[in-house]
């Protein structure tokens, strides 16, 4: 079964420093997307980024940029210039688009951006 | 504008009192899902739809049932609700169950009594 972990429960940076979430995860597939879902403090999810397996060329997103890892299983996030309005609860995902009709996520990191 | 919305944002009921949640999607999409969010446990799948009258069980379907009669409304229903299914609920669709991106409500937060 495919799992995502995320090893840090919360963390926090002073505004404009660069910070790195990490997340790992395990499949015996080679179909998949990877995501990074974004859950501010008013609740609603949005996707911040996303990864699709085949591609060798890391994702990037304005301030949001992953490191992608196939071999090693990892999919971090970066965000550069980090912003009071960055603060939220960031979740990695996984989805085997081939046979699966779901989107495992881990369990969140919580991340604060000091003033 | 293209949006999920639920109803209530916010409940709290009583143990045994059946309760519907509502979600409505105004974007075609196909897909639309159910899940559930717990500290420490992250987002958990209770039960998705892949198109009208296609529905199936997530990860932790026990005390739930759903119907997909129309593509924009996807109901959550709990028949007979426990203290262990006070929970922040998110439904969320996609345009097909291909594109991995998901769109959310803005959750529910339920509470049982």
């Known amino acids: 079964a495919q799992t995502v972990t995320q090893s840090q429960p919360e963390m926090s940076v002073q505004e404009a420093e660069t910070v790195t979430l990490s997340c790992t995860y395990d499949?015996?597939?080679?179909?998949?997307?990877l995501f990074w879902y974004k859950q501010p403090p008013s609740r609603q999810m949005i996707l911040v980024i996303r990864?699709?397996?085949?591609?060798?060329q890391n994702a990037t997103e304005n301030r949001f940029s992953v490191n992608f890892q196939k071999a090693a299983k990892s999919f971090s996030l970066k965000i550069s210039d980090s912003q009071l309005g960055d603060t939220a609860m960031y979740f990695c995902a996984f989805m085997n688009f081939i046979r699966e009709d779901k989107i495992i996520f881990g369990k969140g990191t919580r991340l604060h951006i000091l003033p | 504008e293209a949006q999920v919305t639920q109803n209530p944002r916010y409940l709290i009921t009583v143990t045994g009192k059946k309760l519907t949640v509502t979600c409505s999607q105004n974007m075609n999409h196909e897909y639309m899902s159910w899940y559930r969010q717990d500290p420490g446990l992250g987002l958990r799948q209770i039960y998705y739809?892949?198109?009208?009258?296609?529905?199936d069980k997530g990860d932790v379907p026990e005390g739930y049932k759903v119907s997909r009669k129309e593509k924009r409304n996807f109901p959550l229903i709990l028949e007979s609700p426990s203290p262990n299914q006070t929970s922040l609920y998110f439904c969320a669709s996609s345009l097909d169950r291909y594109t991995g991106e998901l769109f959310f409500g803005e959750g529910s937060r339920l509470t049982v009594l």
């Open positions: 739809s892949m198109n009208v009258e296609v529905t």
């Open positions: 990864q699709e397996a085949y591609k060798q």
């Open positions: 499949t015996s597939e080679n179909n998949y997307y």
